[in-house]
Each structure stands twice: as structure tokens, then as C-alpha cells.
């Protein structure tokens, strides 16, 4: 060991350097005698000086996650082994002996050696070795009972680079993007609004900075869109909201979030969410009695199921890695489905074809179960079902075979994975694969020799990132065979601790909250989060059943199939809750890509390609069909902001205008440059329609029958909507009453009317049918028909007032012709009509009735012109004939959000005489922590008692996901 009675060399040296300086003063002399003596010391005893040692004396924590420190206080350690586990001191001087077996002297250059979980020295440098272990006689020193892990052979690196240079090439072609939405709530009453705040990422969980759009839609429960809104992306992030309606009928609805580029994987993948809208029963008054209308019985409220038919429940058997191989014992995972699409409890037992039982089984979480069984050749297997209201049934387990592989997966233990892959009998194979991805990313590649037909490997968990894995077996020849997903959950998400300044609050009163995020190493994280607060006594949750930042990002955004309660996987404290994880892997199929489709290069380009702004394409022809190349294309406004653009059409026709603005008042003439080619050229935009509104994976969750236990809920809604309608604060939308037109004729030509009256509700219509064809000129085509308004210096004038002129809903602005100087490119707005086409027309409306225009307030106090142009099939002719020379477009602009409403009762004109109803009490999309991790939000309580709830999700700067919520109450 190191002489302790020699310090160290730096020591000694700093010392022998100052008394070397003051040697000739007498008092110094001893010192610098004393110094050099110890410099003459041997660094090394010849005897060791025996000590016991503890974990803890040599062994210390790191603050990095699976990282240790191994010191020896700046000794050398002597390590010695042999069978009769004694020191022998003679052997010390013999260290370099070839005889040696036994003994090792260690020396730490560094203060401290740092290894993690599987023993691999992190800083190989810290260390330097005498003795056997220089010598690399390792062996001899594992216990005499050491089995050691089979060889790996080396990686067939021209297969794992095929494999690898596939996948990469998918991925770089169909951009993989996550779609999550924060609300403030978990559900709504009509007339409420529905807040939430959107994130997008990319697999990794950075904030994506691919896609600049996100469409948002709320769908109905017959499955029509309701709303829909784009939403500008900035780093990944949105808010967004849609106010609801207070006729609006109540049931599931959905909420389904997706940019361009996700549509390439399928509506799967979007974020698709069902919300809970209730409302007050129709009612339906008869002679001496009053009932609910059909269909409204027992619908007032809540989230609860609806009780499955178990005598139809379906029972589906998955063996682990996919094969079930006689004469080896496997793992069956099986979930059972109720025809509400739930899970539901089942037990049973296992039995051959002549009856022998082979096993029993139950279910252990929401229907699903493992089954444990050792197949024989020869021998079918049947699952003898029985339901909790003891109803039987019977299934037959999948088919055996000799030639498979058995993939069997131990997620258990916490640092590190156990994959145990066993062969059949009839499997010759020298060399298999194994491949383990995530996310599109290879992180390991393991090469596979079976001995004895069995090969055990382990894999440091913290090789991957958090969220599912996928391990496939490949042939020698790349054929893949199995396949098995697990959940890696590291201790890598954000840790958020929120603090206020009291447990207990009083009505009204002022509650600031302070917000602390930290990463995995407890460092300060900086982040982007939003935040709700709710009243959970109206307000009642079931977090289980919650859709969160955690449970959609890592696990739902990557599957499939229909998650239940996704929530209890991450909220619930029960130890068994990784073990149901484990099984809700065994069931679920990974389908973000084939393995067997992208090797065999069976897929396509991209269809739908990356969308960061706005952009409106399509083709110019002449009216035979035949594309104009290189032809000059123009976009003008035609609203009451004037813009114009320009553009040149590709060999093939082709145009696209982009950087235009979008504005939701905006309308756009496209249309040939040039007047001459005009005449004769037809102008086909490119209509991007929205996804199918097909079935979606969660239909399950719109299987829910409302009870009466949310009726407080929906009736402090309604009386909160009335008080902030006194307020003027209201934000309530009222759909207007729908008018009949009678006329066949009439209501083909104006059923794209936007007349606010209603289609027809004017003095006078004239439809497509009455226009004289082949008049150039439209405003001369409405001579006649205006009911006194005048077009002068081309502007509308009704009794000395300016008219209103609406093209399709959008206001027309201009200046008269004798405002501006000619070189000035505004046009006026007989202009502007007159761009349109007698052909083009489907319905123009003429108001000048007060009463009629009166719903078009001051605008309409010189009268209205509303132009409807044909949509395709409008003509008579079935649109044969319907050739248009220009394209109208409108852009769907983008949505800006609504301000919360938050009272400030510390304001001295603030009104505190109306009653304060709120449910959700403070809603921020836009929380920020600093460089030090802190943030803090203030708010005011509601009148209303009892638990009070905080939820805060968020993301950092790293791509890390944070999720906490805190409960405090108002007394």
C-alpha cells in the first residue's frame, strides 16, 4: 500500500522550494532536514497494512444517473484472489511474476475512477494496474461456479449498414412529427370555449421546427367537422380555441389535431382526442305530460361506460415475439375486448384436444393477461373462457411450429434489459440478428450465435431513449422474424415542483404560484409550459383516463391500436404498474413503418410534403385541356386590403404563389396575366382536401353514457354564461335561424349564398338563368335589376351613400377612379366585378330595403350587392360547360387565439357585485421559465368552495416533458 507517512510529491516539493528560499535562517533549518526526509520515504511499504473494507469506503454516488465514483482516499488498493480468500504478503513483491495468479496492485491517477452499472470504467485513464490484471489473466480470477455470456461474433456489418441505410432513408423522406394538445379542461359544457394550447415535436420530443402549420378540427359526434382552424407554429407551439355554441347539441365529440406532414403515417398518428360536450335535454311537451325528446333519456352528463355485452366479447392471443415453438416455454399475452371496444375481466384454463389441462390464466389489468405455456408437437391448444357474470366461451390459441423463434424480453429489472432468444428444433441457422430501434434511430445492433439452440444478451437501458422500442430478429439474409416492443422508462423527463404561498385560500382571494423545472441531474431547465386551474369540486376528474403530455407523446403517438385509461400507466402508484405496461406491449403492434416494406423498398415518396407556410398551387390550360407552359399567372386581392402578386407558370403548367397574406377576410382573383391568353385559358386550383373522417382508433372512448353526476357542472355553467352576458364579457356563440327557399330553381343557384338574411332574403335575385349570356361586361349585364344604385366613377352609390359589394362573403374595398393617379395599380370596384364573368355567376342579390340591410349595419346604409359565383356542377349542363378564366381563392387565415378572462378583484373599478362562476379559474398557454428554471403565475379565486386543481405541462429546451399537478384548496 502507499506509505502514509509520505505525503504527497506536490507536497514535498512546495515545501523543500520555500525552506530552500530561508536556509540560512537557523529556525528554518530542521524544516527544510525534515522535508527532505520525507522525500527519501519509500511511496510503497513492503508490508500491506490489512483493512476491511465496505461498499461505502470505496464506492460513492455521482449526481449523474447510473454514473459511481471508486476511491481509495488516495491509497493504492492491493487486491488479492484466491480460493481460500487470505492475504499472502509475499506475494506484493512478486507482482510481475508470470507465476502470478492472484494479486493486483491498483493506482489511481485520478481522485476518482468513474464507472457505471456494468462495471465499464468511464475515465480509463484514472486507473494503471500491476499484477495480474495488467497481465489480462481476468478469468482466473471469476468465481469457480462462473458461466460465462456466450461470445457475440461480429456484427455482419454489410447487412447492418443495408438495414440502417433503409431506415434512414424512410425517415428522411416521411419526417416524423408528434401533435399533443394541453386543454384546460377535461370536458365542456355548450356555450363554454374550449382552450388548448398545441405542441409539436419530433420523435426525439424537441419542439419541431419542420412543420409552420397545424389544423385543428372539432368533429361531431355524426361525424361532420364542426370547426376547423389553422394555427401559425412558432418553435412548435400554438394556442388555439373553439367557442361553442350554447344550442349546441350534446355527445362525444372529437378534437384531431394534424400537420401536412403527418398525414403521410395515416390518421393513426394524429392527435385525436374525444371531449365530452353536455347540454340541457330538449324538451318535448305533449297533452297532460312532459318527456325528454328520443334519445335524450339519462344524458345530462358524466364519463361513464357503457356495461359491455360479455357474452360477445372477442379474445385475442399474442405470443411473445410472435411464434409459439413447440417444446419451449413461452409467454401468450392476450386482451380481451368487449363489443364497446373496453377491456374486460376474464380467467380460464388451458387445455390440449383430448382435455388435459395444460395452465390457467386471469386477467390482471383492464382485460389483458400473460399465459404461460410449454406447447407439444402434435398438440392443438384452446383457451376455456369465463366472464365476470360467469358466461363461457372458447378460443383457440394460435398454431405451434418447430422451426420459429422464441423472443422473450425482461423489461423487470430497472438498469438493464434481458433478452433471452431461444431457437426450435428444426432451426439451422448459424447467425441471426437482433436490432433494437426507437423512433426511427438504430441504437443497438446485436449479432446472435445460438449455442445449444439458446443465446442470453443484456442491454443497458439507458441505451435508449424514453418511450417504446422495438426488437426485431432478422434472418442471416435480413428476412425480419420477430418482433417485440417495450417501454423504457428512464429518469429523463423534466422534474416540476410548484409551491404557493398557502394550502388553504378563501374566495376570491389572490393565489400566486411559483414554478420550479429541473432536468434529470437537477439542473435548471428552461422550458416552454401551459397551465390550468380548475375547480375539481364541479369540475371531477379521473386522472387514469386523462390524455397527458407523458402518456400521448411516449406511448399513444407511437401505436396504433386503442389505449385505455393511458393515464394510469404514469399516474398510478401501484407497484404492478410497469408489469401492465409490459403486457399492454406484449398486445400492442408497432406500425409507424414494415420492416419488410421499407427493405424491400416498397414504399413511396412522401405524399403530403412538409407545410411551413401558406402556398396555393395548380395548373393553367387552354379550354381544350392542353397546359400552357411558361405562362404569365397573377394573384390580385380583391378585398379591402389591396395586394397583388406575380408569378410564371412551369413547362408543364404548373404555378404556385406563396408569401402572399393569409387573412381570413382575404379573397384572391387568379387568373392569366395576359387579356388575350386570358380568353382562352381555364385556371384548376389544387384543392388540398382535409383527412377522411374515418373511424378512429379511440372510437372506444366515444362509447360513454351520461349520468346525472355532472349536472352541478352544467348548471354552473349556464348560469355563468348568463352572468357574463350581463357583464358584456360574454364570448357565447348564437346560431341564427336558417331560411327556407322554395324555389327550385332559386336554391340551386344561391345554396353558397352568404346572405345574412338568408339565401334569397333580398328585393330583388337574379340567378344564373337570368343573365343575358355573352354580356362582356357584368355591371352592364345588371342594368336594369340594381333598384336605383348607380355605379359612378366605378363605386356604387344608393341615395348618395356608398353600396355595399360582397363576392362570395368577402367585402369589396376600393377608390373611385378619379382618386388616384393612373399610375396608381388599385382598381376600383366595377373594376374588380367586372374581372368576373357573366358565366362565372350564380346568383346576384340586390338589397336596399332598410330592414333587410339593417343586419349589415352601417356598411349596408347604401344598399347591398352580394355575387355568388358557381361552384363546380351549379350549371345546368352539369359544369360541361362551366369554363372558368380565373380561380377565386380564399386562405384560411390564421386562427388567433382568444384572451382568457381572468377578473382582477385588486382593481378598484373592478365589478364584485355579479357572482363569480367560473370552472375554469385561469388558463396561461404561455409559461415561461428562466435561465434559474422559475417562473410564477397569479390569479383570483372563484366564489366557489372546495378543491381547486393545477395542471402544468411543458416541454424544455432539450426536448424534455414535464407534467405536475397541485391541489390546493379554497375554504
Known amino acids: 500500500m502507499i506509505n502514509p507517512e509520505r505525503p504527497p510529491d506536490s507536497l514535498i516539493n512546495e515545501k523543500i522550494k520555500l525552506f530552500n528560499v530561508v536556509k540560512d535562517r537557523s529556525q528554518y533549518r530542521d524544516s527544510l532536514s525534515f522535508w527532505i526526509k520525507k522525500l527519501k520515504l519509500p511511496?510503497?511499504?513492503?508490508?500491506?497494512?490489512?483493512?476491511?473494507?465496505?461498499?461505502?469506503?470505496?464506492?460513492?454516488?455521482?449526481?449523474?444517473?447510473?454514473?459511481?465514483?471508486?476511491?481509495?482516499?488516495?491509497?493504492?488498493?492491493?487486491?488479492?484472489?484466491?480460493?481460500?480468500?487470505?492475504?499472502?504478503?509475499?506475494?506484493?513483491?512478486?507482482?510481475?511474476?508470470?507465476?502470478?495468479?492472484?494479486?493486483?496492485?491498483?493506482?489511481?491517477?485520478?481522485?476518482?475512477?468513474?464507472?457505471?452499472?456494468?462495471?465499464?470504467?468511464?475515465?480509463?485513464?484514472?486507473?494503471?494496474?500491476?499484477?495480474?490484471?495488467?497481465?489480462?489473466?481476468?478469468?482466473?480470477?471469476?468465481?469457480l461456479n462462473y458461466e460465462p455470456r456466450q461470445t457475440e461474433p461480429p456484427i455482419d456489418s454489410t447487412l447492418f449498414k443495408k438495414i440502417d441505410s433503409i431506415l434512414k432513408t424512410y425517415i428522411a423522406g416521411h419526417n416524423i412529427e408528434k401533435a399533443y394538445l394541453h386543454f384546460d379542461k377535461p370536458y365542456y359544457a355548450a356555450g363554454d370555449t374550449i382552450y388548448f394550447k398545441a405542441y409539436v415535436t419530433n420523435p426525439l420530443y424537441d419542439l419541431s421546427t419542420l412543420s409552420g402549420i397545424l389544423s385543428v378540427e372539432l368533429i361531431s359526434p355524426a361525424n361532420d367537422i364542426y370547426g376547423a382552424i389553422k394555427l401559425k407554429l412558432i418553435d412548435g407551439m400554438a394556442a388555439g380555441d373553439f367557442a361553442l355554441s350554447d344550442t349546441l347539441r350534446k355527445g362525444n365529440y372529437r378534437l384531431r389535431a394534424y400537420t401536412n406532414t403527418m398525414r403521410n403515417a395515416g390518421e393513426e398518428y394524429f392527435f385525436d382526442q374525444y371531449l365530452s360536450i353536455v347540454n340541457v335535454p330538449a324538451i318535448v311537451s305533449q297533452p297532460g305530460k312532459t318527456t325528454h325528446s328520443a334519445g335524450d333519456?339519462?344524458?345530462?352528463?358524466?364519463?361513464?361506460?357503457?356495461?359491455?355485452?360479455?357474452?360477445?366479447?372477442?379474445?385475442?392471443f399474442f405470443p411473445e415475439g410472435g411464434n409459439l415453438v413447440n417444446g419451449v416455454t413461452s409467454k401468450i399475452a392476450f386482451k380481451t375486448i368487449a363489443p364497446n371496444g373496453l377491456g374486460a375481466a376474464i380467467k380460464g384454463t388451458i387445455t390440449d384436444e383430448q382435455g388435459q389441462q395444460a395452465g390457467t390464466f386471469a386477467s390482471q389489468h383492464l382485460g389483458m393477461g400473460i399465459i404461460t405455456l410449454k406447447p407439444m408437437a402434435g398438440k392443438r391448444y384452446q383457451a376455456n373462457i369465463t366472464c365476470n357474470d360467469s358466461t363461457k366461451a372458447i378460443f383457440d390459441l394460435p398454431e405451434t411450429?418447430?422451426?420459429?423463434?422464441?423472443?422473450?424480453?425482461?423489461?423487470?429489472?430497472?438498469?438493464?434489459?434481458?433478452?433471452?432468444?431461444?431457437?426450435?428444433?428444426?432451426?439451422?441457422?448459424?447467425?441471426?440478428?437482433?436490432?433494437?430501434?426507437?423512433?426511427?434511430v438504430i441504437y443497438s445492433c446485436t449479432a446472435v450465435k445460438l449455442a445449444n439452440k439458446n443465446f442470453t444478451t443484456f442491454i443497458p437501458k439507458n441505451t435508449f431513449p424514453d418511450g417504446i422500442?422495438?426488437?426485431?430478429?432478422?434472418?442471416?439474409?435480413?428476412?425480419?422474424?420477430?418482433?417485440?416492443?417495450?417501454?423504457?422508462?428512464?429518469?429523463?423527463?423534466?422534474?416540476?415542483?410548484?409551491?404557493?404561498?398557502?394550502?388553504?385560500?378563501?374566495?376570491?382571494?389572490?393565489?400566486?404560484?411559483?414554478?420550479?423545472?429541473?432536468?434529470k441531474d437537477y439542473q435548471p431547465a428552461a422550458g416552454n409550459f401551459s397551465v390550468a386551474v380548475t375547480d375539481e369540486s364541479k369540475l371531477p376528474t379521473d386522472e387514469d383516463n386523462e390524455s397527458t403530455?407523458?402518456?400521448?407523446?411516449?406511448?399513444?403517438?407511437?401505436?396504433?391500436?386503442?389505449?385505455?385509461?393511458?393515464?394510469?400507466?404514469?399516474?398510478?402508484?401501484?407497484?404492478?404498474?410497469?408489469?401492465?405496461?409490459?403486457?399492454?406491449m406484449l398486445t400492442q403492434g408497432y406500425h409507424r413503418f414494415e420492416w419488410k416494406q421499407i427493405l424491400?423498398?416498397?414504399?413511396?415518396?412522401?405524399?403530403?410534403?412538409?407545410?411551413?407556410?401558406?402556398?396555393?398551387?395548380?395548373?393553367?390550360?387552354?379550354?381544350?385541356?392542353?397546359?400552357?407552359?411558361y405562362c404569365k399567372v397573377s394573384m390580385l386581392s380583391v378585398s379591402n386590403v389591396f395586394f397583388s402578386l406575380d408569378t410564371i407558370a412551369d413547362a408543364e403548367g404548373r404555378f404556385v404563389f406563396q408569401h402572399f397574406l393569409v387573412r381570413d377576410s382575404m379573397r384572391y382573383i387568379i387568373q392569366a396575366t395576359d387579356e388575350q391568353v386570358r380568353k382562352n385559358t381555364l385556371i384548376e386550383i389544387n384543392d388540398v382536401k382535409p383527412p377522411k373522417l374515418s373511424g378512429n382508433k379511440n372510437a372506444p372512448d366515444g362509447n360513454i353514457k351520461e349520468s346525472d353526476s355532472l349536472t352541478p357542472y352544467l348548471n354552473f355553467s349556464s348560469n355563468f354564461q348568463r352572468e357574463q352576458l350581463k357583464q358584456g364579457i360574454g364570448k357565447q356563440v348564437i346560431?341564427?335561424?336558417?331560411?327556407?327557399?322554395?324555389?327550385?330553381?332559386?336554391?340551386?343557384?344561391?345554396?353558397?349564398?352568404?346572405?345574412?338574411?338568408?339565401?334569397?332574403?333580398?328585393?330583388?335575385?337574379?340567378?344564373?338563368?337570368?343573365?343575358?349570356?355573352?354580356?362582356?361586361?357584368?355591371?352592364?349585364?345588371?342594368?336594369?335589376?340594381?333598384?336605383?344604385?348607380?355605379?359612378?366613377?366605378?363605386?356604387?352609390?344608393?341615395?348618395?351613400?356608398?353600396?355595399?359589394?360582397?363576392?362570395?362573403?368577402?367585402?369589396?374595398?376600393?377608390?373611385?377612379?378619379?382618386?388616384?393617379?393612373?399610375?396608381?395599380?388599385?382598381?376600383?370596384?366595377?373594376d374588380i366585378v367586372n374581372t368576373l364573368s357573366v358565366n362565372d355567376i350564380a346568383s346576384v342579390e340586390i338589397i336596399t330595403d332598410a330592414?333587410?340591410?339593417?343586419?349589415?349595419?352601417?356598411?349596408?346604409?347604401?344598399?347591398?350587392?352580394?355575387?355568388?359565383?358557381?361552384?363546380?356542377?351549379?350549371?345546368?349542363?352539369?359544369?360541361?360547360?362551366?369554363?372558368?378564366?380565373?380561380?377565386?381563392?380564399?386562405?384560411?387565415?390564421?386562427?388567433?387565439?382568444?384572451?382568457?378572462?381572468?377578473?382582477?378583484?385588486?382593481?378598484?373599478?373592478?365589478?364584485?357585485?355579479?357572482?363569480?362562476?367560473?370552472?375554469?379559474?385561469?388558463?396561461?398557454?404561455?409559461?415561461?421559465?428562466?435561465?434559474?428554471?422559475?417562473?410564477?403565475?397569479?390569479?383570483?379565486?372563484?366564489?366557489?368552495?372546495?378543491?381547486?386543481?393545477?395542471?402544468?405541462?411543458?416541454?424544455?429546451?432539450?426536448?424534455?416533458?414535464?407534467?405536475?399537478?397541485?391541489?390546493?384548496?379554497?375554504?
Not at 487486491?79 to 491498483?106: E, G, M, P, R
Not at 345530462?300 to 379474445?315: C, G, R
Not at 401558406?614 to 392542353?626: F, L, N, Y
Not at 359565383?869 to 381563392?889: H, I, L
Open 297 to 316: 333519456k339519462n344524458q345530462t352528463a358524466k364519463l361513464s361506460l357503457l356495461k359491455p355485452a360479455l357474452n360477445k366479447i372477442d379474445v385475442q
Open 851 to 971: 330592414s333587410l340591410a339593417a343586419i349589415y349595419g352601417v356598411r349596408g346604409g347604401g344598399g347591398v350587392i352580394l355575387i355568388t359565383t358557381k361552384r363546380w356542377g351549379d350549371d345546368s349542363s352539369g359544369g360541361s360547360n362551366f369554363k372558368p378564366k380565373f380561380a377565386y381563392y380564399s386562405p384560411v387565415g390564421y386562427y388567433k387565439a382568444r384572451i382568457f378572462y381572468s377578473p382582477r378583484y385588486d382593481l378598484p373599478k373592478i365589478n364584485t357585485t355579479f357572482p363569480d362562476l367560473r370552472t375554469t379559474i385561469y388558463w396561461n398557454p404561455i409559461l415561461i421559465t428562466d435561465k434559474n428554471g422559475s417562473a410564477s403565475f397569479e390569479f383570483f379565486n372563484a366564489d366557489t368552495k372546495g378543491n381547486y386543481r393545477i395542471v402544468v405541462e411543458g416541454i424544455d429546451d432539450k426536448g424534455s416533458l414535464g407534467r405536475q399537478v397541485y391541489n390546493y384548496k379554497v375554504e
Open 401 to 440: 411450429t418447430d422451426t420459429g423463434y422464441v423472443l422473450n424480453v425482461n423489461n423487470s429489472d430497472p438498469q438493464n434489459i434481458r433478452i433471452n432468444i431461444i431457437a426450435g428444433e428444426q432451426n439451422h441457422q448459424a447467425q441471426i440478428n437482433l436490432v433494437a430501434q426507437s423512433n426511427g
Open 735 to 830: 346560431l341564427l335561424k336558417e331560411v327556407a327557399i322554395k324555389g327550385k330553381a332559386e336554391k340551386k343557384y344561391l345554396k353558397h349564398s352568404d346572405n345574412l338574411n338568408g339565401p334569397g332574403m333580398a328585393n330583388e335575385v337574379i340567378t344564373a338563368d337570368q343573365l343575358p349570356p355573352g354580356c362582356p361586361v357584368l355591371t352592364d349585364c345588371l342594368a336594369g335589376h340594381l333598384h336605383g344604385i348607380q355605379f359612378i366613377n366605378g363605386m356604387p352609390y344608393y341615395e348618395r351613400l356608398q353600396t355595399l359589394v360582397m363576392i362570395d362573403g368577402i367585402q369589396i374595398n376600393a377608390v373611385s377612379s378619379d382618386q388616384h393617379p393612373k399610375q396608381t395599380p388599385e382598381p376600383s370596384v366595377a
Open 549 to 584: 403530455i407523458l402518456s400521448d407523446m411516449l406511448l399513444t403517438s407511437d401505436l396504433k391500436g386503442y389505449v385505455e385509461r393511458p393515464n394510469f400507466y404514469f399516474n398510478s402508484k401501484n407497484g404492478n404498474t410497469d408489469t401492465d405496461l409490459d403486457v399492454l
Open 469 to 519: 422500442v422495438q426488437f426485431t430478429l432478422f434472418s442471416a439474409n435480413g428476412e425480419p422474424m420477430n418482433e417485440r416492443l417495450i417501454f423504457i422508462r428512464n429518469p429523463d423527463q423534466l422534474n416540476l415542483k410548484m409551491g404557493a404561498e398557502s394550502p388553504i385560500y378563501h374566495p376570491r382571494q389572490k393565489v400566486k404560484i411559483k414554478l420550479i423545472a429541473t432536468n
Open 600 to 629: 424491400g423498398d416498397k414504399f413511396g415518396p412522401a405524399v403530403f410534403q412538409l407545410e411551413k407556410i401558406t402556398t396555393v398551387s395548380g395548373i393553367v390550360k387552354t379550354t381544350g385541356g392542353k397546359p400552357i407552359p
Open 43 to 143: 511511496k510503497l511499504l513492503p508490508k500491506q497494512i490489512p483493512a476491511s473494507l465496505t461498499d461505502d469506503d470505496v464506492i460513492k454516488k455521482t449526481n449523474k444517473h447510473g454514473v459511481y465514483a471508486f476511491e481509495c482516499g488516495g491509497d493504492a488498493l492491493y487486491i488479492i484472489y484466491n480460493k481460500t480468500h487470505q492475504f499472502n504478503a509475499a506475494s506484493l513483491s512478486h507482482l510481475s511474476d508470470q507465476n502470478n495468479t492472484a494479486s493486483t496492485l491498483v493506482f489511481f491517477n485520478m481522485p476518482f475512477a468513474l464507472f457505471d452499472n456494468n462495471g465499464t470504467i468511464l475515465n480509463p485513464g484514472s486507473l494503471t494496474y500491476s499484477g495480474v490484471w495488467a497481465n489480462k489473466r481476468i478469468a482466473e480470477l471469476l468465481p
